[in-house]
């Protein structure tokens, strides 16, 4: 029964049998955009301290926003549709890929 054990060790080691994630292969995951906050607010030549003040949040949360480190909630997402004047999905979606 140890032999088994230890054959079986062996074999789940996460050096031999590494976890991938398809989609994400060959990608940099800073590279990848989820939302468009921070193309948003350069369009309305507006900042991100200026937002971070009207959300309530501070300005370390809102620049992981725009910088995708951080993705808002779903409630967060709309109040800054709210605040920018622009359609919810306008954030999320880029208007060349549509």
């Known amino acids: 029964m140890a032999l ?3 054959a079986f060790k062996k074999k789940t080691n996460m ?7 398809p989609i994400f292969e060959g990608k940099n995951c800073n590279s990848m955009k989820m939302n468009r906050i921070k193309e948003a607010l350069q369009e309305k030549r507006l900042t991100q301290v200026w937002l971070s003040g009207e959300l309530g949040k501070s ?7 725009a910088c995708n480190r951080k993705q808002p909630s ?5 109040q ?3 605040l920018l004047q622009i359609n919810a ?5 880029d208007k060349k890929e549509k």
């Open 74 to 78: 779903l409630e967060t997402l709309f």
């Open 89 to 93: 999905t306008d954030l999320i979606v």
């Open 4 to 6: 088994l054990a230890q």
């Open 59 to 65: 300005f370390k949360m809102v620049n992981a926003y």
């Open 80 to 82: 800054i549709a709210d």
């Open 15 to 21: 050096r031999e049998y590494p976890l991938k994630f």
